[in-house]
């Protein structure tokens, strides 16, 4: 079953404006992270942001903030001030387990996300 | 940060030969580095965990004797693709988990192979 869901293959913004990447998950481990990547074409991932399932507030890195909705199982990235720089391949995953397990990461499909002048 | 490094970068070899690609942690020693293959414009996909000094854990659909996975030491760990064909053509990527927090996991540069 997958653990992870992008639901957007690809998505639109406006320079300077915000925008939403959803991501929702799966899995009946009380404990576990969530992480946001941007990938862009030159292939590298680029960590941006994450939350801990136990983590009592939003996580917030800068322009990026994380919409964690527990009991909607959701993990939405808000990207604010959109810049052409933005626009690459973004990743939700997710790491189920204390962080002293194997620490493996299981990705979403990804958004493409496309940033017009 | 802590760096990853993957070496080569690219690399292009015929139908039916060997190539062995480098997984680097520089700066941080990995208690677990892990290995994703990644077709174009789709996700990544975990082909297997390899921790120092024991075997690798392959997730499953991955053939271990097609892709040999070798974590010598808390730096180093190697994939080699064996007997490699076009289908092998893809863009693979190296985690480390490690670092002064010990749970991070970073990701080397990847590497973009080719198969002809």
């Known amino acids: 079953a997958q653990k992870i869901t992008q639901t957007q293959p690809g998505m639109f913004v406006q320079e300077k404006e915000a925008v939403t990447l959803d991501c929702t998950y799966d899995?009946?481990?009380?404990?576990?992270?969530l992480f946001w990547y941007k990938q862009p074409s030159s292939g590298e991932m680029i960590f941006l942001i994450y939350?801990?399932?136990?983590?009592?507030q939003n996580a917030t890195e800068g322009r990026y903030s994380l919409n964690f909705q527990k009991a909607r199982k959701s993990a939405n990235l808000v990207i604010s001030a959109s810049q052409l720089g933005d626009s690459a391949m973004y990743f939700c995953?997710?790491?189920?387990?204390?962080?002293?397990?194997?620490?493996?990461?299981?990705f979403g499909q990804g958004t493409t996300l496309q940033v017009k002048p | 940060g802590a760096v990853v490094s993957q070496h080569p970068s690219w690399v292009i070899c015929k139908s039916g030969t060997s190539v062995k690609i480098e997984c680097r942690s520089l700066?941080?020693?990995?208690?677990?580095m892990f290995w994703y293959r990644q077709f174009p414009k789709q996700s990544l996909m975990l082909m297997a965990t390899?921790?120092?000094?024991?075997?690798?854990?392959?997730e499953q659909g991955v053939e271990k004797d097609k892709f040999l996975i070798n974590h010598a030491s808390l730096t180093l760990s190697t994939l080699t693709v064996t007997s490699a064909h076009p289908e092998d053509s893809s863009f693979y990527i190296c985690?480390?988990?490690?670092?002064?927090?010990?749970?991070?996991?970073?990701f080397g540069p990847g590497t973009r192979l080719t198969v002809l």
């Open positions: 985690s480390a988990r490690g670092g002064p927090r010990r749970d991070e996991q970073f």
């Open positions: 899995t009946s481990d009380p404990s576990y992270g």
């Open positions: 939350q801990g399932s136990y983590d009592q």
């Open positions: 995953a997710m790491r189920e387990g204390w962080a002293g397990n194997t620490g493996k990461l299981i």
């Open positions: 700066d941080f020693q990995a208690t677990t």
């Open positions: 390899s921790n120092e000094g024991s075997k690798a854990t392959y």
